[in-house]
Protein backbone atom coordinates (compact mmCIF):
# COMPACT_ATOMS: atom_id res chain seq x y z
CA UNK A 1 0.00 0.00 0.00
CA UNK A 2 1.57 3.12 -1.27
CA UNK A 3 0.58 6.68 0.79
CA UNK A 4 1.32 10.27 0.28
CA UNK A 5 1.99 13.00 1.65
CA UNK A 6 3.50 16.94 1.51
CA UNK A 7 4.45 19.56 3.79
CA UNK A 8 1.88 22.42 4.58
CA UNK A 9 2.49 24.57 1.81
CA UNK A 10 2.83 21.37 -0.80
CA UNK A 11 6.24 22.46 -1.95
CA UNK A 12 7.55 19.14 -0.91
CA UNK A 13 5.35 15.99 -1.97
CA UNK A 14 6.18 12.66 -1.76
CA UNK A 15 4.94 9.09 -2.68
CA UNK A 16 5.92 6.14 0.51
CA UNK A 17 5.92 2.62 -0.99
CA UNK A 18 7.79 0.69 1.96
CA UNK A 19 4.68 -1.03 4.25
CA UNK A 20 3.93 0.87 7.24
CA UNK A 21 3.29 -1.27 10.43
CA UNK A 22 3.39 1.12 12.98
CA UNK A 23 4.66 4.48 14.57
CA UNK A 24 6.65 5.62 17.47
CA UNK A 25 6.68 8.59 19.47
CA UNK A 26 9.88 10.49 20.65
CA UNK A 27 10.39 12.16 23.74
CA UNK A 28 13.83 13.40 23.27
CA UNK A 29 15.00 17.10 23.92
CA UNK A 30 15.99 17.01 19.99
CA UNK A 31 12.40 16.16 19.41
CA UNK A 32 10.69 18.01 21.65
CA UNK A 33 12.44 21.02 20.14
CA UNK A 34 12.13 19.70 16.63
CA UNK A 35 8.56 19.12 16.92
CA UNK A 36 7.22 21.62 19.49
CA UNK A 37 5.84 18.16 21.82
CA UNK A 38 5.70 14.61 21.04
CA UNK A 39 7.36 13.56 17.77
CA UNK A 40 5.27 10.69 15.94
CA UNK A 41 7.25 8.94 13.11
CA UNK A 42 7.55 5.66 10.95
CA UNK A 43 10.64 4.26 9.64
CA UNK A 44 10.45 4.00 5.80
CA UNK A 45 13.83 2.13 4.55
CA UNK A 46 16.33 4.89 2.14
CA UNK A 47 15.07 3.57 -0.90
CA UNK A 48 11.01 3.43 0.14
CA UNK A 49 10.21 7.21 -0.43
CA UNK A 50 9.85 9.09 -4.18
CA UNK A 51 9.34 12.74 -4.64
CA UNK A 52 7.17 14.46 -6.78
CA UNK A 53 8.17 17.66 -5.47
CA UNK A 54 10.97 17.94 -2.79
CA UNK A 55 13.70 20.89 -4.32
CA UNK A 56 12.22 22.94 -1.08
CA UNK A 57 13.93 20.32 1.60
CA UNK A 58 16.71 21.35 3.81
CA UNK A 59 17.98 19.07 6.32
CA UNK A 60 20.01 19.99 9.14
CA UNK A 61 22.67 17.95 10.86
CA UNK A 62 21.42 17.82 14.68
CA UNK A 63 23.42 14.99 15.92
CA UNK A 64 26.54 12.87 15.22
CA UNK A 65 24.33 9.86 14.21
CA UNK A 66 21.23 11.95 12.57
CA UNK A 67 19.77 14.46 10.22
CA UNK A 68 16.74 16.14 10.00
CA UNK A 69 14.32 17.87 7.26
CA UNK A 70 12.25 20.42 6.81
CA UNK A 71 10.62 22.30 3.98
CA UNK A 72 12.63 25.47 3.58
CA UNK A 73 9.37 27.80 2.40
CA UNK A 74 7.18 26.92 5.40
CA UNK A 75 8.88 25.18 8.01
CA UNK A 76 6.76 21.69 8.14
CA UNK A 77 9.33 19.09 9.67
CA UNK A 78 9.40 16.38 7.50
CA UNK A 79 12.02 13.28 8.63
CA UNK A 80 14.76 12.30 10.54
CA UNK A 81 17.05 10.47 8.87
CA UNK A 82 20.22 8.00 10.45
CA UNK A 83 23.53 8.90 8.98
CA UNK A 84 25.57 7.00 10.89
CA UNK A 85 27.36 3.79 10.03
CA UNK A 86 25.24 0.95 10.32
CA UNK A 87 22.90 -1.57 8.77
CA UNK A 88 20.29 1.15 9.07
CA UNK A 89 21.93 4.11 7.47
CA UNK A 90 20.12 5.71 5.15
CA UNK A 91 16.83 5.18 7.50
CA UNK A 92 13.99 8.06 7.09
CA UNK A 93 11.92 8.44 10.37
CA UNK A 94 9.10 10.16 8.64
CA UNK A 95 6.46 12.62 10.99
CA UNK A 96 3.49 10.93 10.84
CA UNK A 97 1.51 14.37 10.43
CA UNK A 98 3.10 14.73 6.97
CA UNK A 99 0.93 11.81 5.37
CA UNK A 100 -2.43 13.04 3.84
CA UNK A 101 -4.32 9.74 5.72
CA UNK A 102 -2.31 8.74 8.58
CA UNK A 103 -4.88 6.31 9.44
CA UNK A 104 -4.33 2.61 10.09
CA UNK A 105 -0.80 3.15 11.75
CA UNK A 106 -1.08 2.18 15.71
CA UNK A 107 1.47 3.19 18.10
CA UNK A 108 3.87 0.54 18.62
CA UNK A 109 6.03 2.47 21.38
CA UNK A 110 7.61 5.44 23.06
CA UNK A 111 11.20 6.79 23.10
CA UNK A 112 13.15 8.29 25.36
CA UNK A 113 10.18 7.97 28.13
CA UNK A 114 11.93 9.02 31.09
CA UNK A 115 12.73 12.61 29.05
CA UNK A 116 8.24 13.37 28.46
CA UNK A 117 7.37 16.15 30.49
CA UNK A 118 4.61 15.37 32.46
CA UNK A 119 2.09 17.10 30.65
CA UNK A 120 0.53 14.50 28.93
CA UNK A 121 0.52 10.78 28.85
CA UNK A 122 -0.07 8.47 25.86
CA UNK A 123 -2.95 6.13 26.43
CA UNK A 124 -2.22 2.75 25.36
CA UNK A 125 -0.43 -0.82 26.04
CA UNK A 126 2.87 -0.57 24.15
CA UNK A 127 6.66 -0.88 24.77
CA UNK A 128 8.15 1.94 26.62
CA UNK A 129 12.01 2.68 26.27
CA UNK A 130 14.61 4.76 28.23
CA UNK A 131 17.03 6.94 26.65
CA UNK A 132 20.03 5.02 27.90
CA UNK A 133 18.13 1.59 26.41
CA UNK A 134 17.59 3.56 23.12
CA UNK A 135 21.37 3.92 22.86
CA UNK A 136 22.88 0.78 23.94
CA UNK A 137 19.68 -0.61 21.25
CA UNK A 138 21.64 1.27 18.29
CA UNK A 139 25.19 0.45 19.89
CA UNK A 140 24.23 -3.18 19.91
CA UNK A 141 23.31 -2.52 15.97
CA UNK A 142 26.18 -0.54 15.27
CA UNK A 143 28.71 -3.54 15.71
CA UNK A 144 26.62 -6.04 13.86
Known sequence: MTRTGSCLCGAVKFTISAPMAETHACHCSMCLKWSGGVALAFEVPKDGVTFEAGDAIKAYQS??????????????????????????????????????????????????????????????????????????????????
Open 63 to 144: SEWAERAFCDICGSGLYSRLTAPGPKQGTYYWNLGTLDDPSGIPLAGELFIDAKPDGYALAGDHHRMTGAEFFAMIEAAARK
